[in-house]
């Protein structure tokens, strides 16, 4: 057990590298993924949209979030107004269309993943901690066994070896904690985005559900 615990301490720092570096890759993966949701939220949005009068086009310096909220603005605009009966009927013929598309709203996994990772950054300087606390026990016990004058040596050895455990846990912590800073808002906007996304999907269903025969027989 203690030949155990001595080669647990002994390569805690490692540990906490190697689990930093899959931190990292995770943060990078979800960024990628929250730019493939954004992108395919936007091209329907856009489809959907397309062809309405006043339809938004923002340049191409614009965050794909800003655009998205025009293209709702623009669904938004069309149900306010009753006299764009062609609009009206514009969005009722392809809601069917954005119907098939609408995986990119399903969010649970993406949220939990997230969650986890921003969570996770807590237990770094933890895990440095416990690394020291392995390394000093280990010490007491190695020692107990030896002469007293070799007791303060030992721990004072373990411990000079253990405090970076300590310090990369530290480290990794602060690293991750600025990271998750940085990616914060635009996981938050693309949870908003999908909002209001089902939010307008779930208007236009119902009030355009039905078309009255009379407005149908006046377009005709």
């Given at each position: 057990m203690n030949e155990l615990l001595q080669y647990l301490s002994t390569l805690s720092s490692l540990i906490i590298g190697m689990v930093f570096c899959v931190h990292l890759f995770l943060f990078f993966v979800?960024?990628?993924?929250?730019r493939r949701d954004l992108k395919k939220i936007a091209s329907a949005l856009f489809d959907f949209t397309r062809g309405l009068k006043n339809?938004?086009?923002l340049d191409s310096t614009a965050h794909l979030s800003d655009q998205i909220d025009?293209?709702?603005?623009d669904v938004n605009d069309v149900l306010d107004e009753a006299d764009r009966q062609a609009d009206r009927r514009a969005l009722l013929e392809r809601m069917r269309v954005l119907d098939e598309k609408r995986r990119y709203l399903n969010s649970m996994f993406f949220e939990t993943c997230y969650n986890m990772g921003r969570t996770m950054i807590e237990a770094y300087p933890l895990a440095g901690v416990l690394g020291t606390i392995l390394a000093i026990g280990?010490?007491?016990?190695?020692?107990?066994a030896t002469q007293s004058t070799a007791t303060v040596g030992i721990i004072l050895g373990r411990f000079g070896d253990a405090i970076w455990s300590t310090a990369a846990g530290l480290l990794a912590?602060?690293?991750l904690m600025f990271l998750n800073s940085c990616l914060e808002p635009a996981f938050n906007r693309l949870s908003e985005n999908r909002q209001h996304v089902r939010e307008t999907v779930s208007r236009v269903k119902r009030e355009l559900a039905f078309v009255p025969p009379a407005i149908e027989e006046d377009e005709e």
């Open positions: 979800l960024w990628l993924w929250s339809q938004s086009l025009a293209f709702l603005s280990v010490a007491l016990q190695t020692s107990a912590a602060m690293i």
